[in-house]
């Protein structure tokens, strides 16, 4: 059974269609990615589930319609948000506090995680000190701290360099293997994709739809150079778009 199932979801704001048709599922312990160009309605679909717009169409969770998102979903905005005027150890700990954990309790569950995040010794530095990579990685231990049942990752890489870029997939593949996460990504990178994901779900423009399901058959841990063929049909798709083909949850 699929963690996440998502039946026909649309959303309009106001007279804008974003959303026009999206289908898709997540099964547990899978990484799933979302690709598609800017502006699309990405963003709009982890704000439905988030709770934070509503739409319309199914959204199931472990077979059951979608209620509490807070208790499913561990969330990182597109966004860089850490906090400018906290320390990298208490930007870590929003997650926690805002579940009403005490700071202290807080501090000390994620202060083990610094050094498995590449953190070690900046606990106490604030987000202009570290680095572009940096900061995402304190973003992504807030987000994981939170032990949700899934992790939405909104386009976590998408301001960074190429090359640090690269280096934080390879870690991140890692450490979605070592922990056994559920995620859901949204990147417009196809490369990113083909390398992260067990799925890859491609979107057309705004209004988005579902062209294509595509499953990546490819070993892990991912050897870049093995996904060039998987990539260039990807690439196709985006730029001569066809109706869907394979997305046929009804
Ligand atoms: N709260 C809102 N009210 C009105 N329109 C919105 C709102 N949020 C998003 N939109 C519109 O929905 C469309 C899709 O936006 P969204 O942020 O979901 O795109 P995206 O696929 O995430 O793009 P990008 O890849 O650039 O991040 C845009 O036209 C945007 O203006
Ligand atoms: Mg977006």
């Not at 700990?93 to 498995?116: D, I, N, S």
Request: hydrophobic content about 45%; aromatic content about 6%.
């Amino acid at each position: 059974m699929s963690r996440l199932e998502l039946r026909h979801v649309r959303k309009a704001f106001g007279g804008l269609d974003v959303l026009a048709d999206i289908s898709l599922n997540v099964g547990a312990g899978e990484f799933v990615s979302i690709l598609g160009p800017s502006g699309a309605g990405k963003s709009t679909l982890f704000q439905l589930l988030t709770g934070a717009e509503h739409g319309e169409g199914e959204m199931l969770f472990d077979g059951a319609p979608l209620d509490d998102h807070g208790r499913h979903f561990a969330f990182m905005p597109q966004r860089d948000a850490l906090m400018p005027w906290r320390r990298i150890l208490d930007n870590a700990t929003l997650g926690l506090e805002v579940q009403g954990v005490k700071r202290k309790a807080a501090r000390a569950r994620v202060a083990p995680l610094f050094a498995e995040f590449g953190l070690a010794g900046f606990e106490r530095h604030f987000p202009a000190q570290l680095s572009g990579g940096m900061r995402q990685r304190a973003a992504l231990l807030r987000t994981v701290v939170q032990e949700r049942d899934m992790l939405l990752l909104d386009e976590p890489f998408g301001a960074l360099d190429a090359l640090t870029r690269t280096a934080m997939q390879r870690w991140l593949e890692q450490m979605w293997r070592e922990h056994h996460w559920t995620a859901l990504l949204i990147t417009h990178d196809v490369r990113e994709a083909v390398f992260l994901s067990d799925c890859i779900y491609v979107l057309s423009a705004r209004p988005a739809r579902v062209l294509r399901e595509i499953p990546v058959p490819l070993p892990r841990p991912r050897d870049p150079t093995g996904a060039a063929a998987l990539e260039a049909e990807i690439l196709d798709i985006l730029l001569n778009p066809q109706p869907s083909k394979g997305n046929d949850h009804d």
